[in-house]
């Protein structure tokens, strides 16, 4: 289903144990997006990359403002709207193959196992066919990784939540992945929101970059990436956008 994902004047606020304060992990967060768009979301730790993920999954409520899909309220978790998290958590009790087929990535809502096809077909686009039978502690973190990545990959939500994703996977393995992740994308048109620490994955793969700031966690920019699909990394405009996105984050090279 085509979606409209609204967040107006979007904020949250934590309570910090054993202290009075309160963190602000995000403040005033107006933003629209839209199925067919593909979001990655950069910004330095703790700017509230996952509060927003978790705020748009439902796990979590905001403390001001309102978050809504095709006008309608977020108002709890929905199998709509699938994440993958940064700490992912297979079952580990289930092998490989069951973990993609049977795992719901939402809490509390059931759904229908995977078709065989599906699932091998999954298998096939993390590159764990023959481990299909493993149970995942007898995987390296990576091949976990791509697991849980299939396990969200397969239900195709409408809205498809990733943070940092492919954090645990060598360069090479990450560039299969990037361009796996995007064909299934344009595949389904659903909209994915990504959140990666890698500036160049950005904007390899987002049809636009919100770069956010911290203390307290805001948007600071949004910037179209106005290239074709597949993109080169080498092109001028490429290293453009690399530029202008490390100023943003303030790592851009200082010139006396
Ligand atoms: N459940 C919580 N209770 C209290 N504080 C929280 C909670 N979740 C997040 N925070 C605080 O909110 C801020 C933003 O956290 P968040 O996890 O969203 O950052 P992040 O951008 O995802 O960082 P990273 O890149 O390290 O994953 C941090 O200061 C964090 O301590
Ligand atoms: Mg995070």
């Given at each position: 289903?085509?979606?409209?994902l609204?967040l107006?004047?979007v904020?949250k606020?934590f309570?910090?144990?054993?202290?009075?304060?309160?963190?602000?992990a995000l403040?005033?967060?107006?933003?629209?997006?839209?199925?067919?768009?593909?979001?990655?979301?950069?910004?330095?730790?703790?700017?509230g990359k996952s509060t927003m993920l978790r705020l748009i999954a439902g796990l979590i409520m905001p403390t001001?403002?309102?978050l809504?899909v095709?006008?309608?309220e977020i108002h709890g978790p929905d199998t709509s709207r699938g994440m993958m998290f940064q700490q992912h958590t297979?079952?580990?009790?289930?092998?490989?193959?069951?973990?993609?087929?049977?795992?719901d990535t939402m809490r509390g809502k059931?759904?229908?196992?995977?078709?065989?096809?599906?699932?091998?077909?999954?298998?096939?686009?993390?590159?764990?066919?023959?481990?299909?039978?493993?149970?995942?502690?007898?995987?390296?973190?990576?091949?976990?990784?791509?697991?849980?990545?299939?396990?969200s990959?397969?239900?195709?939500p409408?809205i498809l939540l990733l943070d940092?994703?492919?954090?645990?996977?060598?360069?090479?393995?990450?560039?299969?992945?990037?361009?796996?992740?995007?064909?299934?994308?344009?595949?389904?048109?659903?909209?994915?929101i990504?959140v990666?620490?890698?500036?160049?994955?950005?904007?390899?793969?987002?049809?636009?970059?919100?770069?956010?700031?911290?203390?307290?966690?805001?948007?600071?920019?949004?910037?179209?990436?106005?290239?074709?699909?597949?993109?080169?990394?080498?092109?001028?405009?490429?290293?453009?956008?690399?530029?202008?996105?490390?100023?943003?984050?303030?790592?851009?090279?200082?010139?006396?």
């Open positions: 289903m085509a979606v409209v609204k107006d004047g904020s606020s309570a910090r144990v054993e202290t009075t304060d309160i963190t602000t403040t005033d967060v107006n933003l629209e997006m839209h199925s067919g768009e593909f979001i990655s979301l950069v910004g330095t730790s703790g700017c001001t403002g309102r809504t095709n006008g309608e297979l079952f580990p009790w289930l092998t490989v193959e069951r973990n993609i087929a049977f795992a059931a759904r229908e196992p995977a078709s065989r096809a599906e699932v091998d077909r999954m298998l096939k686009v993390i590159g764990l066919e023959s481990f299909r039978n493993d149970y995942p502690a007898q995987l390296s973190g990576g091949m976990q990784q791509r697991v849980a990545l299939a396990r990959l397969i239900s195709k409408d940092e994703p492919l954090g645990a996977l060598d360069s090479f393995t990450r560039m299969n992945m990037q361009d796996e992740i995007l064909n299934l994308w344009k595949e389904n048109r659903q909209l994915v990504m990666t620490h890698d500036v160049d994955e950005a904007i390899y793969m987002g049809t636009r970059v919100f770069v956010m700031e911290p203390h307290p966690g805001r948007i600071n920019n949004i910037i179209d990436i106005d290239l074709e699909y597949p993109r080169n990394r080498a092109s001028s405009k490429f290293v453009e956008y690399r530029r202008q996105i490390l100023d943003m984050l303030h790592f851009g090279q200082k010139v006396d």
